[in-house]
């Protein structure tokens, strides 16, 4: 980032360069401190954690638990999909048989009272054919017609996000994959967000969407 772009984000020089003096470093590593705290500074007011509402910490663990670390990953998940009324959105990044079946209960009840299940897959992730298993089940106990699974490759970028949203109004984010490792024993951490901030995770959700529709699409067909 150099001096211009500094200046369109509102970021004084003449301040810069006061703080400049203090700093006992090399003039490359004071303006790379200078730097990334003016972006701190900036990211800080641009998001105030009063206007985003709600947010809880969410653990995976075989040596964590309760009352320390009440919410487990697992567990969200399945809370999340059971107060969903309109709709999923599911992108577990790696994905294997065990967690389908972990999950696919409450996602089958889900889509048996019209809720739409949108999943976002990436083909090399994908485990022991595990979107298989899920509309198996689906088919057994819910409504295949309301899963909608959206396929992409792993190029030299791939949708490598962990997220479930429901309903626009709750989302989890976090480092679990959703393989059943990922999901009770692994140590992972994420968040349980809930408020307006939510609106974010989606629209990066249809952004996300958008770009591997455009790069399937482009794709060549054999």
Same mark, same amino acid.
């Given at each position: 980032?150099?001096?211009?772009?500094?200046?369109? =984000?509102? !970021?004084?020089?003449?301040?810069?360069?006061?703080?400049? /003096?203090?700093?006992?470093?090399?003039?490359?590593?004071?303006?790379?401190? @200078?730097?990334?705290?003016?972006? +701190?500074?900036?990211?800080?007011?641009?998001?105030?954690?009063?206007? *985003?509402?709600?947010?809880?910490? !969410?653990?995976?663990?075989?040596?964590?638990?309760?009352?320390?670390?009440?919410?487990?990953?697992? $567990?969200?998940?399945?809370? =999340?999909?059971?107060? /969903? &009324?309109?709709?999923?959105?599911?992108?577990?990044?790696?994905?294997?048989?065990?967690?389908?079946?972990?999950?696919?209960?409450?996602?089958?009840?889900?889509?048996?009272?019209?809720?739409?299940? #949108?999943?976002?897959?990436?083909?090399?992730?994908?485990?022991?054919?595990?979107?298989?298993?899920?509309? $198996?089940?689906? /088919?057994?106990? %819910?409504?295949? $017609? &309301?899963?909608?699974? @959206?396929?992409?490759?792993?190029?030299? +970028?791939?949708? *490598?996000? #962990?997220? @479930?949203?429901?309903? %626009?109004?709750?989302?989890? !984010?976090?480092? /679990?994959?959703?393989?059943?490792?990922?999901?009770?024993?692994?140590?992972?951490?994420?968040?349980? !967000? #809930?408020?307006?901030?939510?609106?974010?995770?989606?629209?990066?959700?249809?952004?996300?969407?958008?770009?591997?529709?455009?790069?399937?699409?482009?794709?060549?067909?054999?």
């Amino acid at each position: 980032m150099d001096d211009s772009e500094l200046a369109l =984000l509102g !970021v004084p020089l003449t301040l810069l360069a006061e703080y400049e /003096a203090l700093l006992d470093a090399s003039d490359s590593e004071r303006q790379l401190l @200078l730097r990334c705290g003016a972006a +701190w500074a900036l990211g800080l007011r641009a998001s105030p954690v009063s206007e *985003h509402g709600e947010w809880r910490p !969410v653990v995976s663990g075989s040596e964590l638990g309760p009352p320390a670390f009440p919410n487990r990953t697992g $567990e969200t998940l399945i809370q =999340l999909i059971m107060s /969903a &009324r309109r709709v999923i959105r599911f992108a577990p990044a790696y994905f294997d048989a065990p967690a389908a079946r972990y999950l696919s209960p409450s996602l089958a009840a889900a889509s048996r009272r019209g809720v739409e299940v #949108k999943m976002v897959i990436v083909n090399q992730l994908e485990r022991e054919e595990a979107t298989a298993e899920l509309q $198996e089940v689906l /088919a057994a106990e %819910g409504a295949t $017609e &309301r899963l909608n699974v @959206l396929r992409g490759e792993a190029r030299d +970028w791939f949708a *490598h996000m #962990k997220v @479930l949203s429901v309903d %626009g109004g709750a989302a989890y !984010v976090g480092s /679990a994959n959703s393989t059943i490792s990922g999901l009770t024993t692994n140590f992972e951490l994420g968040t349980l !967000v #809930k408020g307006s901030a939510v609106a974010i995770i989606e629209a990066f959700l249809d952004r996300i969407e958008q770009i591997i529709e455009l790069a399937e699409m482009d794709t060549p067909r054999i």
